[in-house]
């Protein structure tokens, strides 16, 4: 079996050489597509052993991979963005599972986003189709993915990704997703997509005309769908209108039965029913007992990476939350179980919220 890692890169002198030195033990060629850099990219690539091809930027995503993909000769392409850190995995296991199916299919690498929140830098994981067999290409302008709709299965491939610590390319990417909306409108993930920039970049209102699409237009099966589902509810909750938040009542009771197993789900949902709560105590008191439930089904689900989602919505979040939940409930005992219970994990809210009862 033959491994190639295909990559395209622009003024990436910053993350480059951790990049290929992570991914070099795994693979047996380096296949670099450099799109137009000014600084040291293509000499870091040469010097870690990578072929290194110029490509001109044409404003399309799928093009530089499918150039790079073009220029592989192997039975299975492995493709990372400079910003992505693989964590170690020993190439005999990968190969194991790699070899463990027939047909055509993508393995899926599980990349864990950093990104600063209100607790500081938190974490998100999605699998992602990134082990790609022979003669799959790229297909879409941006946000690019896989075509020929083949099945992706997960392999025991992790990595880091650090870009949205440095970076935000939301600005860059709103024209080339407006280009793609306008050309298929009727393509959920671009609505998807249009809407998670939108509010990103703290335009939540106008996002929701596009989390509504991407509602509206998203099959039970697609791959992104709980997670923009989840998102959606965020933007809902955020608004924080009373139509916004009857909105996400709707989509809460529609989608429990689908995404009941989901942490991340029940973690919004503890969420909504606290505002739902506060938005008018008297009218929805019998909801309070919602939210104790939805964290402790978070905690009895756990972890769910391979699912998607925040780190720590099966842990030490929701252990947080339940803990500010006893705490305010006047449950004193009980919110000092959980606090711990987050503190343990490095939780720093947790450790500070014991300092104070």
Known sequence: MKLNLVMIVKNEERSLRRCLKAAKPLVDRMIIADTGSSDKTAEIARSMGATVLEFPW??????????????????????????????????????????????????????????????????????????????????????????????????????????????DKGERNLSYLEEAVELYPEDPYYQFQMASTLRNLKRREESLTYFREFYR?????????????????????????????????????????????????????????????????????????????????CLRLGERPELGGVVGTGSFKAAYNLGAWYEVSGQTEFARKYYKEAAKAGYGPARERLRMI
């Open 217 to 297: 237009l998203a099959g039970p099966v697609s791959g992104y769908r709980a997670g923009g589902v989840v998102l959606y509810l965020y933007t809902l909750l955020d608004v924080g209108s009373q139509a916004c938040l009857d909105e996400a009542a709707a989509v809460v009771e529609r989608e429990e039965g689908a995404l009941g197993g989901f942490p991340d789900f029940c973690f919004v949902c503890g969420l909504f029913y606290m505002k739902r709560v506060l938005s008018d105590v008297e009218r929805y008191m019998d909801l309070l007992p919602n939210i104790e439930k939805c964290y402790l089904k």
């Open 58 to 167: 044409i404003n399309d995503f799928s093009a530089a991979r499918n150039f790079a993909l073009d220029h592989s000769d192997g039975d299975w392409n492995l493709v990372l963005d400079a910003d992505e850190y693989l964590r170690p995995c020993r190439r005999k296991d990968l190969e194991r599972v790699l070899n463990s199916r027939g047909g055509m299919w993508l393995g899926g690498l599980t990349r864990y986003d950093s990104y600063e929140d209100e607790d500081g830098i938190s974490q998100s994981a999605s699998v992602l189709p990134r082990v790609l067999p022979r003669g799959v290409r790229y297909e879409g302008i941006i946000h690019e993915q896989p075509g020929g709709n083949y099945p992706c299965y997960g392999l025991p491939l992790a990595a880091d990704h650090d870009g949205y610590l440095v970076a």
